[in-house]
């Protein structure tokens, strides 16, 4: 993403409070879309593909229109390719983990990047959590416990489902997996250009998925939709996720994100309530009180680092 720049002028904070917001919900209708798809035999390799090819072409159009210069500091090449292969894991695990559990669980588990990022830094020489982030991390942790069900899924004769176990562990992995990209991208490729980031991140998510995809790695994972609505679905992904990714790269030199980031932490609601209506996936009493815990604590935990 581009770093915000004093030259550029920021918009009022209401407009960009409810244009973060907006992209939010583009963000969860494109996981709900790719979970519509998913059920009508879509392979998750062809999702992220078309996903990523079509938003790299709107991005490449950008930076040739702005003339941003494509080099790269030295000793930064591999740090941005790994950074891309992070990405590209980041993407299958999540969508993985999209097909398998409800599409607001696997989000709830994959927004808590916050929490392992400021463990990740703290591990790696950064400095270490105050008593109020550890708070805010407990606070975290027992919402997930809950919105999960974890009491319900151990007392299954006293085992738990393994297609449940797999998805949330998919999740988990993908935030892992981004909290490592944003170090990265804080610690190692801080002298790249945004856009320049962006792009090759792209290229590199799209590149990867269609090797992944050649290769037979993902035996059903280049599928074809099976029906008119999952050709409509991929079709709604590819757009939400595109206009929004595009619309964040745009715009994000004049959204305060330093102030106004804790707003993208509504997707995973927007996700619930379209899982709800769009989906027909239910949680209980207990799953929304955890779900709402989870989502307060990430705004505390975001809004505290980033003041």
Not at 140 to 167: M, N, R, S
Not at 187 to 201: D, E, F, I
Not at 270 to 278: C, K, P, R, S
Request: a positive charge.
């Amino acid at each position: 993403m581009a770093v915000s720049s004093p030259a550029v002028p920021l918009l009022p904070r209401k407009l960009a409070v409810a244009l973060l917001a907006l992209l939010a919900c583009s963000f969860a209708g494109n996981h709900i879309a790719a979970r519509i798809a998913f059920d009508n035999d879509t392979g998750v390799l062809l999702a992220i593909l078309c996903r990523s090819g079509i938003t790299l072409l709107v991005l490449s159009a950008l930076v040739l229109w702005q003339r941003q210069p494509l080099g790269l500091p030295a000793g930064t090449r591999g740090w941005q390719l790994l950074l891309g292969l992070l990405i590209a894991t980041q993407s299958l695990c999540l969508y993985s983990a999209v097909a398998r559990i409800p599409v607001a669980l696997a989000l709830l588990v994959g927004n808590t990047f916050p929490m392992l990022l400021a463990l990740l830094t703290w591990a790696l020489g950064g400095p270490r959590p105050n008593t109020r982030t550890v708070l805010f991390m407990s606070l975290i942790l027992i919402g997930l416990v809950l919105a999960l069900d974890v009491p319900g899924q151990l007392g299954k004769t006293g085992q738990v489902d393994h297609h449940w176990q797999l998805g949330v562990s998919l999740a988990f992995t993908a935030a892992c997996v981004f909290a490592c990209a944003l170090w990265i991208t804080d610690h190692k490729l801080a002298a790249v250009r945004g856009p320049v980031r962006s792009l090759l991140t792209l290229l590199v998510v799209f590149v990867s998925m269609l090797l992944a995809g050649l290769s037979g790695v993902m035996p059903a994972g280049l599928a074809l939709p099976g029906s008119v609505n999952g050709w409509l679905a991929l079709a709604s992904l590819v757009v939400l996720y595109g206009v929004a990714f595009s619309l964040l790269f745009v715009c994000v030199p004049r959204l305060n994100m330093a102030r106004n980031a804790p707003v993208m932490n509504i997707e995973p609601i927007a996700t619930l309530l379209l899982g709800w209506a769009l989906l027909d996936q239910h949680l209980g009493a207990s799953q929304l009180l955890g779900g709402a815990v989870v989502v307060c604590g990430i705004v505390l935990l975001t809004w505290r680092r980033a003041a």
